[in-house]
């Protein structure tokens, strides 16, 4: 008899008030494999691992765990079983260390010396190759070794099936290299991993097998060596994705957007110009101040110096409702930080920043909450964003449509610029070619758009001209189709390899 896949979900059905989540879902997951989930936003893949790892019991189906059939009722079960979870954000202590937080809650860990904890978590990184100093603090760690952190987390209680929900999006691409090398090593030590991403180059790399869901049922298993880019979306999306599009040609107009030795945070000094009618493109690594100029444009940090004009006007130092009137419209990095309030419905989302507009309010602050609802269906509708209805709170949106819904509401205002930092984080691909006609639209328009992007493919997709970001400065400017080496050495701080323009 041949050993039993390490988890089977068979027929797994999960419901939300108005939604089937997961609809008689059934999976394998064996010892050894890279399992891929891919699938549209909202299609139920980080449902299904989520009542895997017990946080949400299923509504109908069973799991099976080395051939017996059990039920998880948490996630102190799923561990115990030898399942683990590393969410997107991350839940590790600040202050402590790293071999703190690695051990942290572990019976007896109040115990042990701090010399002995490092020891001990030093020797379970060698193992796996994983490069990190158990005992730096992890405020000081970088995305990526926070990542790293989390995985080791689970290891050091034993899992045998680790479930990484979008590991890469916050990554950069040599953190990804390294998180690769990763998962390689434990494939080989018989670990399972579970790999949820949107990013299909990436999962055709690393799986073994993937699985595609479409609202909430399994519509396709493959391979990726019987699979394509193409085949995969199409299957996750149902209808064929285009990966470039045309971009509108358009008379490059008058400059829009003044930007002149920006200072604070990390930004160094900082010039940049956006004309009508004009995409210019941000490219670099994150955490070169690609937050602080965002932030700055809208007014929601200080600066230390410099200047920020729109249409000739000045703008530091005004506050950002009075920057958004003076029609900067705003796609924040962060959508759960900056860009929703979570725990409010879909349709004050809809308004947000603009609920004192005469259209939306009548003098004294009484909201015209019908037209207000209005304004929200016709969003939804028009942006496609899958919820239930416009009364659900943005927190039970998955984390595509949630995206959607900041991209609807900021492109209603009519902007004059439009800021975009990381606009497609976390959507799928038919998601990703939406969002980006509607900024090549805004160009059509006559509209300058200031892109920020660590994705370099998007960069290129939409830019009439590119610049580089290194150390809160602009390294060079790039012709659209400037060499991707070109770009990168810029992207380096290499500021000699650049052309001005
Ligand atoms: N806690 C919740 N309450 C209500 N509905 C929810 C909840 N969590 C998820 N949903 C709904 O279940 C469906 C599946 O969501 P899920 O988050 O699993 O999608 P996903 O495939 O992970 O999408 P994404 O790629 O955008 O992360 C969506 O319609 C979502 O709105
Ligand atoms: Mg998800």
């Given at each position: 008899?041949?050993?039993?896949?390490?988890?089977?979900?068979?027929?797994?059905?999960?419901r939300?008030?108005?939604?089937?989540?997961?609809?008689?879902?059934?999976?394998?997951?064996?010892?050894?494999?890279?399992?891929?989930?891919?699938?549209?936003?909202?299609?139920?893949?980080?449902?299904?691992?989520?009542?895997?790892?017990?946080i949400?019991?299923?509504?109908?189906?069973?799991?099976?765990?080395?051939?017996?059939?059990?039920?998880?009722?948490?996630?102190?079960?799923?561990?115990?079983?030898?399942?683990?979870?590393?969410?997107?954000?991350?839940?590790?202590?600040?202050?402590?260390?790293?071999?703190?937080?690695?051990?942290?809650?572990?019976?007896?860990?109040?115990?042990?010396?701090?010399?002995?904890?490092?020891?001990?978590?030093?020797?379970?990184?060698d193992?796996?190759?994983?490069?990190?100093?158990?005992?730096?603090?992890?405020?000081?760690?970088?995305?990526?070794?926070?990542?790293?952190?989390?995985?080791?987390?689970?290891?050091?209680?034993?899992?045998?099936?680790?479930?990484?929900?979008?590991?890469?999006?916050?990554?950069?691409?040599?953190?990804?290299?390294?998180?690769?090398?990763?998962?390689?090593?434990?494939?080989?030590?018989?670990?399972?991993?579970?790999?949820?991403?949107?990013?299909?180059?990436?999962?055709?790399?690393?799986?073994?097998?993937?699985?595609?869901l479409?609202?909430?049922?399994?519509?396709?298993?493959?391979?990726?060596?019987?699979?394509?880019?193409?085949?995969?979306?199409?299957?996750?999306?149902?209808?064929?994705?285009?990966?470039?599009?045309?971009?509108?040609?358009?008379?490059?107009?008058e400059?829009?957007?003044?930007?002149?030795?920006?200072?604070?945070?990390?930004?160094?000094?900082?010039?940049?110009?956006?004309?009508?009618?004009?995409?210019?493109?941000?490219?670099?690594?994150?955490?070169?101040?690609?937050?602080?100029?965002?932030?700055?444009?809208?007014?929601?940090?200080?600066?230390?110096?410099?200047?920020?004009?729109?249409?000739?006007r000045?703008?530091?130092?005004?506050?950002?409702?009075?920057?958004?009137?003076?029609?900067?419209?705003?796609?924040?990095?962060?959508?759960?930080?900056?860009?929703?309030?979570?725990?409010?419905?879909?349709?004050?989302?809809?308004?947000?920043?603009?609920?004192?507009?005469?259209?939306?309010?009548?003098?004294?602050g009484?909201?015209?909450?019908?037209?207000?609802?209005?304004?929200?269906?016709?969003?939804?509708?028009?942006?496609?964003?899958?919820?239930?209805?416009?009364?659900?709170?943005?927190?039970?949106?998955?984390?595509?449509?949630q995206?959607?819904?900041?991209?609807?509401?900021?492109?209603?205002t009519?902007?004059?610029?439009?800021?975009?930092?990381?606009?497609?984080?976390?959507?799928?691909?038919?998601?990703?070619?939406?969002?980006?006609?509607?900024?090549?639209?805004?160009?059509?328009?006559?509209?300058a758009?200031?892109?920020?992007?660590?994705?370099?493919?998007?960069?290129?997709?939409?830019?009439?001209?590119?610049?580089?970001?290194?150390?809160?400065?602009?390294?060079?400017?790039?012709?659209?189709?400037?060499?991707?080496?070109?770009?990168?050495?810029?992207?380096?701080?290499?500021?000699?390899?650049?052309?001005?323009?």
């Amino acid at each position: 008899m041949s050993t039993p896949p390490l988890v089977v979900m068979r027929g797994v059905t999960k419901r939300f008030p108005g939604v089937v989540a997961n609809d008689d879902v059934s999976i394998e997951l064996r010892a050894g494999e890279v399992h891929a989930l891919v699938g549209e936003n909202g299609a139920g893949k980080s449902t299904l691992m989520r009542v895997l790892y017990g946080i949400y019991p299923p509504d109908g189906g069973s799991i099976e765990v080395r051939g017996r059939e059990v039920r998880i009722h948490s996630p102190r079960d799923a561990i115990a079983r030898g399942i683990g979870m590393v969410h997107q954000h991350f839940v590790l202590v600040d202050p402590f260390t790293v071999a703190e937080n690695v051990i942290l809650g572990q019976e007896g860990s109040q115990l042990l010396h701090p010399d002995e904890a490092n020891r001990r978590v030093a020797e379970l990184a060698d193992m796996y190759g994983f490069q990190i100093d158990p005992s730096a603090r992890v405020e000081q760690l970088s995305v990526g070794e926070e990542q790293r952190v989390e995985i080791l987390k689970a290891l050091y209680r034993g899992v045998d099936l680790l479930i990484l929900d979008e590991p890469t999006a916050v990554l950069t691409p040599p953190e990804t290299s390294a998180l690769f090398a990763n998962l390689r090593r434990l494939r080989e030590t018989g670990k399972t991993i579970v790999f949820i991403s949107h990013k299909l180059d990436e999962v055709l790399e690393i799986a073994d097998h993937i699985t595609v869901l479409r609202r909430g049922k399994v519509v396709g298993a493959t391979k990726p060596a019987e699979t394509s880019k193409a085949k995969l979306a199409e299957m996750m999306v149902g209808r064929p994705v285009l990966f470039r599009l045309e971009k509108p040609k358009t008379k490059i107009g008058e400059a829009v957007l003044q930007l002149e030795g920006l200072r604070g945070g990390r930004l160094r000094g900082l010039d940049l110009e956006v004309r009508a009618g004009e995409i210019v493109g941000v490219a670099g690594v994150e955490g070169n101040g690609q937050r602080d100029l965002a932030d700055a444009i809208m007014g929601l940090r200080p600066l230390e110096g410099g200047h920020i004009v729109l249409d000739g006007r000045e703008l530091t130092s005004i506050s950002t409702s009075e920057i958004r009137n003076a029609g900067i419209a705003f796609i924040p990095e962060d959508r759960q930080d900056q860009g929703l309030v979570l725990d409010m419905s879909l349709w004050e989302n809809g308004v947000l920043g603009r609920q004192d507009d005469e259209d939306f309010s009548r003098r004294g602050g009484i909201l015209l909450i019908k037209r207000i609802k209005q304004l929200a269906v016709r969003l939804l509708q028009e942006f496609d964003i899958r919820a239930r209805s416009i009364e659900t709170s943005a927190r039970t949106l998955s984390g595509g449509n949630q995206q959607k819904l900041i991209l609807a509401r900021e492109l209603e205002t009519d902007p004059r610029l439009l800021l975009a930092a990381q606009p497609t984080r976390g959507l799928d691909v038919g998601a990703i070619e939406f969002v980006w006609s509607e900024i090549l639209e805004q160009k059509a328009a006559g509209r300058a758009v200031l892109l920020i992007s660590a994705e370099l493919d998007e960069i290129y997709a939409l830019s009439d001209r590119i610049v580089t970001l290194y150390e809160g400065r602009i390294t060079g400017a790039y012709a659209p189709d400037a060499p991707a080496e070109e770009v990168g050495r810029g992207m380096l701080g290499d500021v000699a390899a650049t052309k001005a323009g």
